[in-house]
């Protein structure tokens, strides 16, 4: 059935107010980081000192929508010449945790930081942390608060707490939407602090019509902004700066 030219302006008054809704929530989340950043700057030293490293790499996990966000960011890390890879929580516990190796830093991503799933991952690398088998895995979270059973399990936490998502049912939408706007400020902070330009980026991504820009702009210079927040040398992190 056709819609109307009423049910048309409804429904577009919507999605615009939805989108002010999110963007009013990554407005007053950078607003809040630049009044209070500790947190942050504590997971940034961890993410900084593995992605820097040559042998470490970043796995980010989750389930659900969350695990999906995490598919994203690692594909857009990988892209930028970072060490990253997703890994649903799930099938970490049944077989595939051997993807995680000493010196890693595992991104685990649950909004409300109590997902069964990914506290029990998060329990298990936990345990790696023994004498009897010393491996050294960073772990970070990112939800609503490290207030919660994930976030006793993490050496660092990235908050992301929004005041409601858009719709009565509670699906995610403002909170995965600020989620993946805060990882992909990340990757684009580890751009500028390495001075990643065109050239660096058709390295990795060769193909489409994004590897046919930056070819054509390798030669251009690139301007970066100045970095304060994450400069290096970066904290030199070891297992003795673990929780």
Known sequence: MPLSTDDLDIATTSITNSLDAVSK???????????NSSDLRRALRI????TDSQTSKLVITG???SFHIGKKL???LTSIGTRAVSLHATEALHGDLGIIGHGDCVLALSYSGETDEVVALASVIHGMR??????HVWMIGMGKSHASELGALCDAWIACPVDAELSQVGAPTVSSSLMLAIGDAVAVMLMERRRFGP?????YHPGGALGGLSRKAGDAPVVCPVRQTCSPPMLELDGNDIR
């Open 130 to 135: 023994t004498q009897e088998n010393p491996m």
């Open 199 to 203: 050239r660096d980026f058709a390295r």
């Open 47 to 50: 993410l900084c000192t593995v």
């Open 25 to 35: 929530a990554i407005q007053q989340h950078a607003t809040a980081l630049r009044q």
């Open 63 to 65: 389930i659900g929508k």
């Open 74 to 76: 690692a594909a857009t």
